[in-house]
C-alpha cells in the first residue's frame, strides 16, 4: 500500500523559511505534489515534482528523492496569509493515476 | 483554462434521504475524476475513481452501494450519497485528471451536512 507522513502542525514567524518534510512509502511512483489549502475551501497547487531535485517557484520551493522515499516544500520569506494547510500528494499507479493526500500540515505564520 | 465546476457548494439534508453532487470539467475532457472526503482538521480521503463509460473503483473501506457514482460523458461525473446519515456529513471534492496539464484540477468542494 502507499503510506505519506508530514508533521501535524508547525508555527514560523512573518518574514522566516519553513521546510515542511514529507517521506512517503509507494509502489508505481508517478509524481509528486504540493498542495495548501485553506480551510471550507478546495487544495490549490503549488509545485509537482517528478525527478530528484529542487523545483522553485517564486517563494516556493520543492525538493524530491525518489531513493530517500522523501520530499520538502520551503517556504521563504513568509507572509501571514501563508497560514494554511499544506499537503504532500502521492501521485502514483502508473496509468491509473491515482492522487493519495498525506496527513496535512498545518502552519500558522505569526507576527 | 481548466476548471471544475462542483454543485451544489453546500447542502443540508435530512436523514435518510439522498443527496447528488455533480462535478463538470468546463473546458477540458476528463476521462478520469476522482472524489474525495475530508472531515473536519483531516486531510483528503480517495473515496472512488471515476472512469467514463466504466464503473467506478472504490478504496477500501467505502461502501460502494452507498456512495454511488456515476461518469456518463467526458465531462460530467455525480456522486451520489444514498440513505445519508450524520456521519456522512463531511465535505466532498472531486478532482479531474488533466492529461493537457499533467495535473488535477479540484471542484470547490460540497460540504454535505445530515440532519
Known amino acids: 500500500g502507499q503510506n505519506i507522513d508530514q508533521p501535524t502542525e508547525m508555527t514560523a514567524t512573518e518574514g522566516a523559511i519553513v521546510q515542511i518534510n514529507c517521506t512517503y512509502q509507494t509502489s508505481g511512483f508517478n509524481g509528486l505534489f504540493w498542495y495548501q489549502q485553506h480551510a471550507g475551501e478546495a487544495p490549490t497547487f503549488l509545485s509537482y515534482n517528478v525527478l530528484d531535485g529542487l523545483e522553485e517557484k517564486g517563494r516556493f520551493s520543492s525538493f524530491l528523492s525518489r531513493s530517500k522515499g522523501y520530499s520538502y516544500l520551503l517556504l521563504k520569506e513568509l507572509q501571514m496569509k501563508d497560514s494554511a494547510s499544506y499537503l504532500c500528494?502521492?501521485?502514483?499507479?502508473?496509468?491509473?493515476?491515482?492522487?493519495?493526500f498525506g496527513t496535512g500540515t498545518l502552519l500558522a505564520v505569526q507576527p | 483554462g481548466a476548471v471544475v465546476s462542483q454543485h451544489p457548494s453546500w447542502v443540508i439534508c435530512k436523514s435518510g434521504t439522498s443527496v447528488k453532487i455533480e462535478c463538470r470539467s468546463l473546458d477540458f475532457q476528463a476521462t478520469t475524476m476522482f472524489w474525495y472526503r475530508q472531515f473536519p482538521k483531516q486531510s483528503l480521503m480517495l473515496m472512488a475513481t471515476s472512469n467514463e463509460g466504466s464503473k467506478a473503483t472504490y478504496e477500501q473501506g467505502v461502501e460502494k452501494d452507498k456512495f454511488l457514482i456515476n461518469h456518463a460523458s467526458l465531462t460530467l461525473s455525480t456522486l451520489t450519497v444514498t440513505s445519508a446519515h450524520p456521519e456522512d456529513s463531511s465535505f466532498y471534492i472531486c478532482s479531474a485528471r488533466n492529461t493537457q496539464k499533467n495535473g488535477y484540477t479540484f471542484g470547490s468542494g460540497t460540504r454535505l451536512t445530515v440532519v
Open positions: 500528494a502521492l501521485n502514483y499507479g502508473g496509468a491509473t493515476n491515482k492522487l493519495i
